[in-house]
């Protein structure tokens, strides 16, 4: 397996819940049906994006004393890309 990294996500109570009895159920940590879950909905290795912060370098006006990002922007722009895909 690959590199893993701690992160912290927040959930509703209920589906909690239902993790941890999936988790008992199929004897396997409540992280990796995460990660599992998180597999089947994103695109496959092939067609996925390179979103690092090179691809999108220079692309973006990030300047001034905190930086100045366009959220909106930046992510109609990446909505469109996905859609003409």
């Not at 209920?14 to 990796?32: D, G, H, W």
């Amino acid at each position: 397996m690959s590199q893993l990294v701690r992160t912290t996500i927040t959930i509703p109570v209920e589906l909690y819940e239902q993790l941890r009895v999936a988790s008992f159920y199929q004897r396997k940590p409540i992280s990796q049906l995460i990660r599992e879950g998180a597999e089947k909905i994103l695109p496959q290795k092939e067609k996925v994006v390179n979103l690092e912060l090179k691809s999108i370098e220079g692309k973006y006006n990030i300047t001034g004393k905190k930086g100045q990002f366009e959220r909106a922007q930046f992510y109609d722009e990446l909505s469109r890309e996905k859609m003409s895909d």
